[in-house]
């Protein structure tokens, strides 16, 4: 049986993507990396390195089901996002620490369209007030992924992986990619079986699993 690539058979092409010119920072200088990062989500939301170190944890009040904490190793409070419950675009807003003040609106997230097929999201930080988003979540061929990229370009920041793991490029803020898988994952299941990862939670913390903010 013949092997090997035939003599002068095309070669599959790849895509390319424009590397990251000046470093993305969202949440803090301290949250960058001069090398690609890796991560992993588990079923609780806790987010470790390629050693298995905990780097993020996520948690839920029992009381505000629609705001998530994103906290570091320490158990400190980096971003609380809320999710405003009465848009028609699933609006997310994401503010500093536990604040809830305008001043410290780190970025806002939304549905560009009413009905899609795919999970997209438009991010603006906040101090955009126009209508051209800083940055665009797009679902891949698969539900299960999604990259991540700079406005309308090609630039392309991080990509998630089966729900679990993101790869994060180099002078990123890792932080704020969490913070923003967060409510990726919180509409790709909210689109597939009714907010589901929401009643994870809920029964993370009812079973003690999980435990509250």
Known sequence: MATGQAPGNPIPAMRKYQPVEHPVVVIGPQYLAQYPVELAVNSDFKVSD???????????????????????????????????????????????????????????AKKPKLFQ??????????????????????????????????GDSNTMLAQVHGRHTLAIMPNVDYAFIVALVVVILDEINADDDGDAILEGFVDGIASGVIPSA
């Open 50 to 108: 390629i050693n298995g170190t905990l780097i993020f944890q996520v948690k839920i009040k029992l009381l505000s089901l629609n705001r998530r904490f994103l906290k570091d190793a320490a158990g400190n409070t980096l971003v609380n996002l809320r999710q405003k419950l009465r848009t028609m675009h699933g609006r997310w807003e994401a503010f500093r620490g536990e604040s809830k003040e305008k001043n410290d609106l780190l970025f806002t």
């Open 117 to 150: 097929f795919k999970t997209e999201l438009d991010v603006f930080l906040g101090n955009n007030k126009g209508e051209d988003p800083d940055f665009k979540v797009k679902e891949g061929y698969s539900q299960s992924s999604c990259s991540i990229f700079l």
